[in-house]
């Protein structure tokens, strides 16, 4: 029961609608289905890491204004950076999807890890989980299964939504794939511009 209560609050996750899902559709239309599963593990990584430190002592840190405001401009610089090339430098290519070399891996990884690490809003969705989880469970073997499962089921819709990716492309001409990677780069320049007015 406890990893199903647990798996079942990462799966209502999925309602957040963050610059983590964009650039997940991007790298999925792009890269196909092995360059979005990159970037859900980078997701993936920085949602364990995240745990680990809000787990670990570190929620005063991430809770302190001053500190939300520097994560929120880095995570606000990365966005528009990919936002602006998204818009001004999209990637178009047929239904084929790019062949993926080694060094589109860790750039993959990489993208998925920074954008979702250094947005605030991340930090304080699992400090909320993880309060939630302690005052239910203590500091037991059953908060460590909770948050686990937790974290497996965001892995599990991050990786249905590359698979949706992947599949809608097929449907998706060249000219309409140019307008959807345009408006996904201005959709990410907003988040952009609501972290800072988030710290502000």
């Known amino acids: ?6 798996y079942g609050v990462g799966f209502a996750m999925i309602v957040f609608i963050g610059p983590v899902f964009f650039t997940l559709l991007k790298s999925a239309l792009q ?3 092995p ?3 990159m970037v859900a593990l980078g997701i993936f990584v920085s949602d364990i890491v995240c745990v680990g430190l809000c787990s ?11 500190n ?6 880095a ?6 950076g990919l936002g602006l090339k998204y818009i001004f430098k999209p990637a178009i290519f047929t239904h084929e999807a790019i062949a993926i070399k080694a060094h589109h891996y860790t750039t993959l990884f990489s993208k998925g890890f920074l954008v979702n690490f250094v947005n605030p809003f991340v930090f304080l969705v699992w400090i909320g ?10 500091f037991t073997p059953e908060l460590a299964i909770f948050l686990s499962a937790a974290l497996l089921a965001i892995l599990t819709t991050d990786s249905l939504k590359v698979i949706f990716a992947y599949r809608i492309k097929e449907l998706v001409k060249p ?12 959709v990410l320049i907003g988040f952009g511009v609501r972290m800072i007015l988030f710290v502000l």
């Open 1 to 6: 029961m406890v990893f199903l209560e647990g």
């Open 31 to 33: 890269y196909g289905f």
């Open 35 to 37: 360059g979005g599963m």
């Open 56 to 66: 670990f002592g570190a929620i005063p840190i991430f809770k302190n204004p001053d």
């Open 68 to 73: 939300q405001f520097w994560l929120a401009i």
């Open 75 to 80: 995570g606000s610089l990365i966005l528009f």
């Open 129 to 138: 989980v993880i309060g939630y989880g302690r005052n239910k469970f203590g």
């Open 175 to 186: 000219k309409l794939l140019l307008n959807v990677y345009r408006v996904i780069g201005i």
